[in-house]
């Protein structure tokens, strides 16, 4: 369940409001109308999320918010206001507040900017257990394994935690690498502070720098106000930059200055804005041949890789398979209302043969899969989805160009001028699904091997409504 606490002496409406977009079962939402009485019932437990007005009875929202930081900074506080100039909103997130919202509240972005809070509070709270064997309880966050090379990883995680110094997680896409972030973070010195995690993949390139840095109003099209990005947002804490190695060329001078100077400049700004941050990147990319062929800055690379963990693909993990599929079946059994305890040996058999290109992403995806299918409580191999890998395949003969020499030939004939784009086109109507097909829906993957960009791999598929046969799986935990 989900708490959260709105600390406001507005009339009831902003309450119903609130408590309209975020209903029971699945929150809790408290009201105090002081800020006394919100920093007792942060004391007395700490909410998932405070919405805070900048106007209180008896102190300002800004005094209530620097008491609520030194108290748990890790408490995502969210302003709410009814002043357009928000001057002290922005001052909040300066010194490190989520978001602000103006008054009358517009119930699309409440849910919204409050959701990501709760899970940047999640991601903040969630323990990230590193554990050989199976935990007792079952913990969402746990990464468990015995292999050698499991074991190298949990030493590497308790030499790094309590240094303050970068640190560079590399790993196949669906091993786990925020996994291991969030325990970096939770065993170091900045563990009661603020942990933010962006997906530099996941971001268009032209917004990738203002979500970084911030921007200020009027810097482009759109920039209706000042926004303060993550770097002032974390500021005392962690920023987990996931796969860091699709930063666009042009960004990573400002990221090597953040590193060197921790200094920067908003977007369409002048003003030199510090910053105390630790930064945690991952990549499944070689940085070192990026690096080489000028794709990536070198010198960045060797600012963030200060000190490199790498994580194992699950196809050489040797003997954690089994304790895996437990933890996971463990989990999803409560999510889904099922009650598999055991694994049929020809199911298990049938799980170590495959090579599993997506990871513990895609052996989550399995996992769910089978359990939706189950009926009692053993695992059969009829529950699990075709596990047959794809094969490669072959490039055809110079000569034999099929459809796509075809289809050239009949654009010619009819005086096509666009025929480079159609070709293209046509090209990747049959490309696409095919890769996508090879790597089972692992986007990751089917970048790399098309040597593109994610976010270009996406907006391919858009464009031409293609859908995949199979899902990577993009929205479980592993990364």
């Not at 109308?33 to 919100?38: K, L, N, P």
């Not at 609520?68 to 010194?95: G, H, N, Q, W, Y």
């Not at 990549?283 to 963990?309: C, E, M, W």
């Not at 000569?399 to 020499?405: F, K, Q, T």
């Amino acid at each position: 369940m989900a708490h959260v606490l709105l600390v406001d002496d507005d009339p009831d409406l902003i309450t119903e409001q609130i408590r309209h977009a975020f209903p029971p079962p699945a929150h809790r939402v408290e009201v105090a109308r002081t800020g006394a009485d919100g920093l007792a019932r942060v004391a007395a437990g700490p909410p998932d999320v405070v919405l805070l007005d900048l106007r209180l009875p008896d102190r300002t929202g800004l005094d209530v918010f620097e008491e609520i930081r030194a108290a748990d900074a890790r408490i995502p506080v969210i302003f709410v206001t009814l002043s357009k100039t928000a001057d002290a909103a922005i001052e909040a997130m300066k010194r490190g507040a989520f978001d602000y919202l103006f008054k009358p509240l517009d119930p699309a972005q409440l849910r919204r900017v409050v959701g990501e809070a709760l899970e940047v509070a999640r991601r903040m709270r969630e323990p990230a257990v590193l554990a050989e064997t199976l935990p007792e309880e079952n913990v969402a966050g746990a990464i468990v394994g015995a292999c050698p090379a499991m074991r190298e990883v949990y030493k590497a995680v308790g030499r790094v935690a309590a240094q303050d110094v970068p640190v560079l997680i590399t790993g196949e896409s669906g091993t786990g690498k925020e996994l291991i972030a969030r325990a970096i973070y939770q065993h170091s010195g900045r563990s009661r502070a603020p942990f933010h995690a962006l997906n530099c993949a996941a971001i268009p390139e032209a917004l990738l720098e203002s979500e970084l840095f911030g921007h200020e109003k009027g810097a482009f099209t759109g920039a209706d106000r000042k926004r303060i990005g993550r770097f002032e947002q974390c500021n005392g804490g962690t920023l987990f930059l996931d796969e860091i190695g699709d930063m666009p060329l042009a960004l990573q001078a400002k990221m090597l200055r953040v590193l060197q100077e921790q200094a920067f400049e908003r977007v369409g700004g002048s003003e030199t804005v510090t910053t105390d941050v630790r930064i945690i990147s991952a990549t499944h990319r070689d940085l070192t041949a990026d690096a080489a062929d000028g794709t990536f800055r070198p010198d960045l690379y060797y600012r963030l890789g200060v000190f490199t963990v790498h994580l194992p693909p699950l196809r050489e993990r040797g003997e954690d398979l089994p304790i895996l599929v437990q933890q996971f079946l463990r989990r999803f059994n409560k999510e889904l209302g099922r009650d598999v305890q055991e694994v049929s040996p020809e199911a298990m058999a049938r799980l170590r043969g495959y090579s599993w290109p997506g990871n513990l992403r895609e052996l989550q995806s399995v996992l769910k899969q089978a359990l939706l299918r189950a009926t009692g409580s053993v695992l059969l191999p009829a529950m699990l989805p075709d596990l047959t890998t794809a094969p490669v395949a072959a490039p055809p003969p110079p000569s034999d160009h099929g459809a796509l020499e075809g289809f050239i030939r009949k654009r010619l004939a009819e005086g096509s001028e666009e025929l480079n784009d159609e070709a293209h086109r046509e090209l990747d109507r049959v490309l696409l699904p095919l890769v996508m097909e090879h790597t089972r829906g692992n986007q990751f993957q089917a970048a790399k091997i098309l040597g593109v960009a994610r976010q270009t791999l996406r907006r391919r598929l858009r464009e031409l409504n293609i859908t995949p046969r199979f899902t990577d799986g993009t929205d479980d935990d592993p990364d």
